[in-house]
């Protein structure tokens, strides 16, 4: 069956380091990835979006790498801050490309 | 604009209760997606529309029932509540498909008791 693991436990991590999530899918050949951020009591907010076809992707201090012999999609935040604490989810489309189907995200707390 | 707004943000119902969610959308998008949210779960697609008078199922659409008359609105039906049904729901939209960013709604807290 289709599965998307991300670390299930809280990353914990010093301002101004690296964070690095994972997201791992079994069972999938997505031609998109997306990643989300979610905060407590709120809808996920949209960061960004990599094709299958690209390596990397970059948006100010955020990071997308997505490689489909891995099945994986690494998302790194650089130089984090405590307001980057948040839950962040990953989504791929399925076998139908109208539909999307997520991870169910890893907390990041940014310690000050 | 106000982008994805839902309606209600909380609602405790009885088992056998019937209720409807509606989303609005201001942003004339063509997809709008129902999904909800358990602990360890993830969202999970409950039904979604890619167009006006369009809907088609999602990952788990049993016991619910959806509605898109007006390209602005998506509506989320339940026709006899159970406490599985005990959840946060989320309401989203996009210009088109997976090649575009999903925009969410603040999210109906419902309780099934």
């Known amino acids: 069956s289709q599965k998307i693991e991300q670390n299930s436990e809280a990353l914990n991590i010093q301002e101004g380091k690296t964070a690095t999530l994972t997201c791992n899918y079994t069972n999938y050949s997505p031609a998109y990835l997306q990643w989300y951020r979610q905060d407590p009591g709120r809808g996920p907010v949209f960061l960004l979006l990599?094709?299958?076809?690209?390596k990397e992707k970059r948006k100010e201090r955020l990071k997308v790498t997505f490689d489909t012999t891995l099945k994986q999609s690494l998302f790194h935040i650089t130089a984090s801050q405590p307001a980057d604490s948040a839950t962040y989810l990953c989504?791929?489309?399925?076998?139908?490309?109208?539909?999307?189907?997520f991870g169910s995200g890893t907390k990041l707390n940014v310690k000050p | 604009n106000a982008g994805v707004t839902q309606t209600p943000k909380f609602r405790v119902l009885k088992t056998g209760q019937s209720m409807t969610l509606l989303c609005a959308q201001d942003m004339n998008h063509e997809y709008m997606y129902w999904y909800r949210q358990d602990p360890g779960m993830g969202l999970r697609l409950i039904h979604y529309s890619v167009g006006e008078g369009t809907t088609a199922k999602g990952e788990v659409p049993d016991g619910y029932n959806v509605s898109r008359l007006k390209k602005q609105n998506f509506l989320l039906g339940l026709e006899s509540a159970a406490p599985s049904q005990t959840s946060v729901y989320f309401c989203?939209?996009?210009?088109?498909?997976?090649?575009?960013?999903?925009?969410f709604g603040p999210g109906t807290r419902l309780t099934v008791l």
């Open positions: 989203a939209s996009s210009r088109t498909g997976h090649t575009n960013e999903q925009f």
């Open positions: 989504a791929l489309d399925g076998d139908n490309f109208n539909k999307f189907y």
């Open positions: 990599i094709r299958e076809n690209e």
